[in-house]
């Protein structure tokens, strides 16, 4: 097998890389072990970041509670920050310079990772959406009462910008006068998942250290939440109802057929190569739409995250990617495992790309800790209000419906189950992995899949949300 030469590989990297003139924007006095200018070094380093924080998330008692992307930020953050291994360049002779294994304040390479795995992370996770058809039928009840959950963050956000002192709090504590951008973050975060969040902060130019704030004071909200939901969710066994069940016995049997029909699932490779090529060619076409806009609005904003985010559900929708890349295939269940396989394949790369992201969001080490010291109050006082409203309104639902005797209807009766409206919070707040955690450990079979699939539709509609929140919110207070 044939090798490419070393040096086409370090030009065509270089390429994508900041100029010399770009890497002395980082330069900083502190010695560091991999300096700012060795790209594969950081790229190595943060890569490693990634994958162990995955492993702490899993093994040890902080990383559980933490969560596996604030480890990623935290290990980078300290990496960064701590120095660990003795400087042979100390010009001291009493005492002993500590050198960081990162460079302090970041460098190019953690910002062009930064940009490449938010940018293709966003169509590779929703691969899998759909909004149309079987997709929204098998979501049942659980679709009503995460419109009711989304409803609550949504509620909790107006809530908290009316009381005059928080946006003005905002505005004044979070850097670079970055509040609003974060509070409309945080409310597509809470509706969708971490890559609404991500996508939300990148199209409004939101400062890296912004955004490490916003995610820090966010997990520590949840530290508190999911517990809690956790203990709530103990005290109750899985629903149990007619379309319920068939939905479990459709299920049972296609994975029964699929399984039968293994043979016609595309092989991990393909899969993988299939689902990367969608994500490029969808990205590629949402930064050439967003170049032209140009011609039809003067808006400031980078909308290419969310044009692409658009054309990635359009095209989940109505033109599943087996179809588009596998005509050979004639049967409608073999159509259906390919398109399961890429989009699991996509959900794969997408999550690893995820942990990448929150690798680098901690890449900067020391310059964050004031931005997030400075705005922890203001950010958290905003956290407060949205969550304590997103739950009131569930509760308070249930009782109107209870009260008003709507619960006699069948599909009420089916929205206000504690087990939905709990899988549907957890949804929302954590997105769709949470939420079928949530239904896993507590033996919620019915509930698995429709978890899943509205954590999706969260996934497709929270960073539209954001945006035309920030918008409305950034025009009133004009």
Same mark, same amino acid.
């Given at each position: 097998?044939?090798? *490419? ?10 390429? #994508? *890389?900041? =100029?010399? =003139? ?20 950081? &790229? ?33 953050? &300290? ?15 009493? #005492? ?18 930064? @940009? ?13 959406? /759909? ?22 963050? !949504? ?24 509040? !609003? ?17 991500? $996508? ?23 530290? &508190? ?52 090529? !969608? ?24 909308? =290419? ?35 399961? =396989? ?17 690798? @680098? ?6 310059? !964050? ?11 958290? @006082? ?6 304590? &409203? ?46 079928? $955690? ?10 698995? @899949? ?12 929270? #960073? ?11 025009? /009133?207070?004009?």
């Amino acid at each position: 097998m044939t090798t *490419m030469p070393s040096q086409s590989l370090n030009i065509k990297f270089s390429s #994508t *890389m900041p =100029s010399s =003139s770009a890497t002395a924007l980082f330069a900083t006095p502190s010695p560091s072990l991999i300096s700012s200018s060795n790209h594969w070094g950081n &790229v190595a380093a943060l890569s490693f970041t990634a994958s162990l924080a995955q492993l702490l998330g899993k093994k040890t008692l902080v990383g559980k509670l933490l969560g596996a992307p604030v480890t990623a930020m935290a290990v980078a953050f &300290v990496l960064s920050s701590v120095g660990f291994i003795p400087s042979l360049l100390s010009t001291s002779a009493t #005492t002993t310079e500590w050198m960081t294994i990162l460079p302090p304040g970041g460098s190019p390479s953690s910002q062009f990772l930064q @940009t490449i795995s938010l940018t293709l992370a966003t169509p590779l996770l929703l691969l899998g959406t /759909s909004l149309r058809g079987n997709a929204l039928r098998q979501c049942g009840s659980l679709l009503g009462s995460f419109f009711i959950a989304s409803c609550g963050t !949504l509620t909790g956000a107006m809530i908290a910008f009316s009381i005059n002192t928080i946006p003005r709090a905002l505005l004044a504590s979070v850097p670079n006068q970055d509040g !609003l951008k974060i509070a409309a973050a945080l409310l597509a975060k809470n509706i969708g998942g971490g890559i609404n969040y991500m $996508a939300v902060c990148s199209c409004l130019n939101a400062s890296p250290e912004s955004v490490a704030a916003g995610l820090c004071v966010d997990n520590v909200m949840a530290l &508190v939440y999911f517990p809690l939901v956790s203990v709530l969710a103990s005290k109750y066994k899985d629903v149990v109802d007619d379309d319920d069940d068939g939905l479990i016995d459709k299920k049972e049997n296609d994975e029964s057929n699929e399984k039968n029909d293994s043979s016609s699932e595309l092989s991990p490779v393909e899969s993988l190569s299939h689902a990367f090529t !969608l994500a490029a060619v969808l990205t590629a076409g949402g930064q050439f739409i967003n170049s032209k806009l140009h011609y039809v609005t003067t808006s400031p904003l980078n909308l =290419s995250l969310p044009i692409t985010t658009l054309l990635t559900v359009i095209f989940s929708t109505y033109y599943p990617p087996n179809m588009f890349l596998s005509p050979t295939s004639t049967k409608k269940r073999s159509d259906e495992a390919k398109s399961n =396989s890429i989009a699991k394949a996509g959900e794969t790369l997408g999550t690893s790309l995820l942990y990448l992201f929150f690798a @680098t969001a901690g890449a900067p080490g020391w310059r !964050l800790k004031e931005s997030i010291q400075q705005s922890f109050p203001s950010i958290a @006082t905003f956290l407060i209000i949205l969550y304590g &409203v997103h739950g009131s309104v569930l509760w308070s639902l249930k009782k109107l419906v209870e009260v008003t005797k709507m619960d006699k209807s069948k599909y009420w009766k089916k929205v206000i189950a504690p087990q939905r409206l709990l899988t549907a919070s957890s949804a929302a707040i954590g997105g769709p992995a949470t939420a079928a $955690a949530l239904a896993q450990s507590n033996q919620w079979e019915s509930l698995l @899949t429709p978890s899943l699939l509205v954590g999706n539709v969260g996934y497709a509609l929270a #960073t539209f949300i954001g945006l035309l929140f920030y918008g409305a919110v950034k025009k /009133s207070l004009l």
